[in-house]
């Protein structure tokens, strides 16, 4: 009857230690992600730009940073309702899913604000080629109900260590390219994506 005891409670505990583990992963992983696309979250992304910095002082690496503002979204969510402007958010975020490589970060910051870290990246000409890849793959309108919508986004980016050594320098850089190309001013790459939404 002890030995039974014995081993009854040893099975339960490795059964709730298990069932813990398994919540706890799910809950660090929920507590990482955007609840409404999946990608990292803003915290989550600062962490990582932090380590990459990290990283890059160590083996004097470049990576750069892209941000995105969604231009007219607004709009989309003032005429069609916050359901379309999350359709628009979904299938944004699964358009930059699909032309990035896994050594690639993306996030939502907030909003329709999205940025991505993309590791070993800082050539002018290799990132004006990057932000032309995103310019097409906004071409294609999005449905939303049945309807299509032509959608477009600004892009800012930055690069350590030419633009930065910290995270708040390399996105307020990235952000302030952004808002140069919204405004038309951006004198350096022009990768405004001139579609309307």
Same mark, same amino acid.
């Given at each position: 009857?002890?030995?039974? =005891?014995?081993?009854?409670?040893?099975?339960? @505990?490795?059964?709730? &230690?298990?069932?813990?583990?398994?919540?706890?992963?799910?809950?660090?992983?929920?507590? %990482?992600? !955007?609840?409404?696309?999946?990608?990292?979250? #803003?915290?989550?992304?600062?962490?990582? =730009?932090?380590?990459?910095?990290?990283?890059? #002082? /160590?083996?004097?690496? +470049? $990576?750069?940073?892209?941000? $995105?503002?969604?231009?007219?979204?607004? *709009? /989309?969510?003032?005429?069609?309702? %916050?359901? @379309?402007? !999350?359709?628009?958010?979904?299938? $944004?975020?699964? #358009?930059?899913?699909?032309? &990035?490589? @896994?050594?690639?970060? /993306?996030?939502?910051?907030?909003?329709?604000? $999205?940025?991505?870290?993309?590791?070993?990246? &800082?050539?002018?000409?290799?990132? *004006?080629?990057?932000? %032309? %890849?995103?310019?097409?793959?906004?071409?294609?309108?999005?449905?939303?109900? &049945?309807?299509?919508? *032509?959608? @477009?986004?600004?892009?800012?980016?930055?690069?350590?260590?030419?633009?930065?050594?910290?995270?708040?320098?390399?996105?307020?850089?990235?952000?302030? *390219?952004?808002?140069?190309?919204?405004?038309?001013?951006?004198? !350096?790459?022009?990768? +405004?994506?001139?579609?309307?939404?």
């Amino acid at each position: 009857m002890t030995l039974f =005891i014995i081993i009854y409670f040893e099975v339960s @505990s490795r059964k709730l &230690n298990e069932l813990f583990n398994a919540e706890h992963h799910k809950f660090i992983k929920l507590a %990482h992600r !955007d609840s409404l696309t999946g990608l990292a979250n #803003r915290r989550y992304f600062i962490n990582e =730009i932090e380590t990459a910095i990290a990283n890059a #002082r /160590i083996n004097k690496g +470049t $990576f750069c940073v892209l941000y $995105f503002d969604l231009n007219n979204f607004k *709009k /989309i969510n003032d005429n069609l309702g %916050h359901h @379309s402007g !999350d359709q628009v958010l979904l299938e $944004f975020a699964l #358009r930059l899913r699909k032309l &990035n490589r @896994s050594s690639d970060l /993306i996030a939502r910051l907030g909003g329709d604000e $999205f940025c991505i870290i993309l590791p070993g990246l &800082n050539d002018a000409e290799a990132i *004006k080629q990057k932000i %032309h %890849h995103y310019s097409q793959m906004l071409d294609t309108p999005l449905l939303i109900d &049945n309807t299509p919508y *032509k959608i @477009s986004a600004s892009i800012g980016y930055a690069c350590y260590p030419e633009h930065g050594t910290d995270y708040e320098t390399l996105l307020q850089v990235a952000d302030q *390219k952004m808002y140069q190309v919204k405004r038309g001013q951006n004198t !350096d790459i022009r990768d +405004t994506l001139r579609s309307k939404a």
